[in-house]
């Protein structure tokens, strides 16, 4: 099963760059550092996403130890680095569209 970049993704990226800061709230993952579309590739293959939690793609770190990833249909879940596995992960989002609209951005 391929996991694809949500075109919402791309569209975020174009028009605020790769946003890093807090979603307001407490909600999860409180904080996010968004990946360039050209990072992503590398980066999964670093982690070794496809190895220990196929089915996923990640897309930004939490700056704690966490990663954001998309599922094959675009939802947004949190896995941690060390024990990551499909069953570890959390859902946060049932989009990115959805996650984005927590992002606090600078006016």
């Not at 993704?9 to 174009?14: K, M, T, V």
């Amino acid at each position: 099963m391929e996991v694809n970049v949500p075109v919402e993704y791309s569209i975020f990226l174009a028009q605020h760059g790769a946003f890093e800061g807090f979603v307001a709230g407490d909600d999860m993952p409180g904080y996010v550092e968004l990946w360039s579309l050209e990072a992503i590739e590398g980066n999964n293959r670093e982690i070794e996403i496809a190895e220990y939690a196929p089915g996923f793609l990640a897309f930004a770190g939490d700056g704690g130890g966490e990663v954001l990833a998309f599922d094959s249909v675009g939802a947004v879940y949190m896995l941690p680095l060390i024990g990551m596995a499909p069953e570890s992960a959390v859902k946060v989002a049932d989009c990115f569209t959805d996650l984005a609209a927590r992002f606090e951005l600078a006016a």
